[in-house]
């Protein structure tokens, strides 16, 4: 039986997967139609981008599931006419990838590299950075992203915590949960970094109480979503020196206003969404896996609970 698989994306996305997705399924043994356009009462499975033009699965009555090529699913799970199981991507490429921009900036900030790059001749004050076992770092979001993150900080030797909303446990990671749980990381965390999802729950999460809780000089880094963060607030933050410094990944709007206030503020640094991306050949590779998974009877993987958003 060879199986029709519509793949649902922005049509220059399609040039960067036709083959990992070609390779991936024949590696897999599978046989299968993979195309741009099939009539939707044929369809087995949906590989889909939520920015894709495809928003009413009300038609596609014979799909199995819809396979996200995108970690946030904020812009599908709301979607009334979507009843089959939904499936996130967890990528280990993108994993990698924010993994590694991630310990990049926390190194940054440890480690004082915009203070101890000197501009002129005048100052050669030599300044001792702490030791990584000295440096509190906190990880808001503890799923595959948090906790891959948070192990290799502590592999680095930081002393990490991490908090999500249920209770969790990672080796060597002081793992805090609830709202009391999430107070106590705000307050110990030197260095914050922000991987929650953007869920209602979520919003704004970063709120003026809770810069107010940080410690005094506190970095914040959010390669997670834009609306974790009261703009506002940090704005106040920024200005008054409670927060020192912040790397924003993510915004509400993207690209970011050129009249956004973060663009000339001195003590904010905009990255263009860069901090992890999907690769083509390992994304691919998850996409069949869970093919594979739903012709054989198991579960699938990744998938989306729609009460939580994610």
């Not at 699913?73 to 009334?80: A, F, L, R, S």
């Not at 260095?191 to 953007?198: H, N, Q, R, T, W």
């Not at 970095?219 to 790397?247: C, M, Q, V, W």
Request: net charge negative; aromatic share 6%; with cysteine.
């Amino acid at each position: 039986m060879s199986l029709n698989i519509l793949f649902a994306a922005r049509p220059e996305r399609w040039t960067v997967y036709e083959k990992p997705l070609r390779d991936a399924l024949r590696a897999a043994g599978i046989t299968a139609k993979l195309k741009l356009d099939i009539p939707p009462s044929e369809v087995d499975y949906i590989v889909y981008a939520p920015n894709s033009t495809l928003q009413d699965f009300t038609p596609y009555t014979r799909a199995k599931a819809v396979l996200n090529l995108w970690a946030g699913v904020e812009k599908i799970t709301g979607n009334t006419t979507l009843h089959i199981p939904l499936a996130r991507m967890v990528d280990p490429g993108l994993t990698k990838g924010m993994v590694e921009w991630v310990t990049g900036h926390v190194m940054r900030y440890h480690l004082g590299l915009d203070i101890d790059i000197l501009h002129t001749g005048t100052d050669w004050t030599p300044r001792t950075p702490p030791l990584a076992q000295e440096r509190k770092v906190g990880i808001l979001g503890m799923g595959a992203l948090g906790a891959e993150t948070a192990r290799t900080l502590v592999n680095l030797g930081f002393d990490a915590a991490g908090w999500s909303r249920s209770a969790k446990s990672e080796p060597g990671v002081k793992c805090f949960h609830g709202d009391q749980g999430l107070q106590d990381v705000l307050a110990r965390s030197e260095i914050l970094v922000l991987l929650l999802p953007d869920t209602p729950a979520t919003e704004n999460i970063i709120n003026k109480a809770a810069l107010a809780a940080m410690p005094d000089g506190a970095f914040i880094i959010n390669p997670g979503r834009g609306p974790l963060i009261d703009d506002d607030a940090l704005i106040g933050a920024l200005d008054s020196g409670k927060i020192a410094h912040a790397t924003l990944d993510v915004f509400r709007i993207e690209p970011l206003p050129a009249e956004h206030p973060y663009w000339a503020h001195p003590h904010v640094t905009v990255t263009p969404h860069i901090a992890a991306e999907t690769r083509a050949v390992t994304a691919s590779q998850v996409i069949v896996e869970n093919i594979q998974r739903g012709e054989t009877g198991q579960g699938f993987l990744h998938l989306v609970d729609r009460t939580l958003g994610y």
